[in-house]
T-cell receptor, first 114, second 111 residues
């Protein structure tokens, strides 16, 4: 079974803090993704990566950056957290390049920025 | 770019009845349409998908239909059970090789 784990289930941070969300997958997948999930807005892609040290912007990259130093690990960074970044963050991975492939999701991190 | 509309946003059905969730997409070049189910406290999980070269696909109690001419596709769940209660997301693979998700449908199965 593919396992995607996220470092925290719940996180509370203050405005202006630097926040790191970590994601690890154990199936040697090439591709990793970060989404945010908000009520009424569904899943929106923030960033994705097709290879180590490679990243591409998704639909809502503003205010976020990412890091992929190792194949199994994909980090989402909020350089200076703001209240409008309060959300559920979901990490996903897939084996093959391209969207025509099943994405395996982690359980999510619910981030609250005060 | 691709845009995916999903309806309804909330759906309540009696246990044993059928549930239907509908989605429309805008990019006629899209040709892959997965459905994901998200149970409480978990990430979404793929339950069924369909490619544009078929009109219908079935897996036990769930089926998906695709009408490429009208650019809509639907998820059908028959003989609903309590464990079907979840949020369901449709998605379409756009021409730039990205998956665009619908906004989700919260399905409640009533006892």
């Amino acid at each position: 079974d593919v396992k995607v784990t996220q470092s925290s289930r719940y996180l509370v941070k203050r405005t202006g803090e630097k926040v790191f969300l970590e994601c690890v997958q154990d199936m040697d997948h090439e591709n990793m993704f970060w989404y945010r999930q908000d009520p009424g807005l569904g899943l929106r892609l923030i960033y994705f990566s097709y290879d180590v040290k490679m990243k591409e912007k998704g639909d809502i990259p503003e205010g976020y950056s990412v890091s992929r130093e190792k194949k199994e690990r994909f980090s989402l960074i909020l350089e200076s957290a703001s209240t409008n970044q309060t959300s559920m963050y979901l990490c996903a991975s897939s084996f093959l390049t391209g969207a025509y492939n099943e994405q395996f999701f982690g359980p999510g991190t619910r981030l609250t920025v005060l | 770019g691709e845009n995916v509309e999903q309806h309804p946003s909330t759906l309540s059905v009696q246990e044993g009845d059928s549930a239907v969730i509908k989605c429309t997409y805008s990019d006629s070049a899209s040709n892959y349409f997965p459905w994901y189910k998200q149970e409480l406290g978990k990430g979404p999980q793929l339950i069924i998908d369909i490619r544009s070269n078929v009109g219908e696909k079935k897996d036990q109690r769930i089926a998906v239909t695709l009408n490429k001419t009208a650019k809509h596709f639907s998820l059908h769940i028959t003989e609903t059970q309590p464990e079907d209660s979840a949020v369901y997301f449709c998605a379409a693979c756009s021409r730039d090789d990205k998956i665009i998700f619908g906004k989700g449908t919260r399905l409640h199965i009533l006892p």
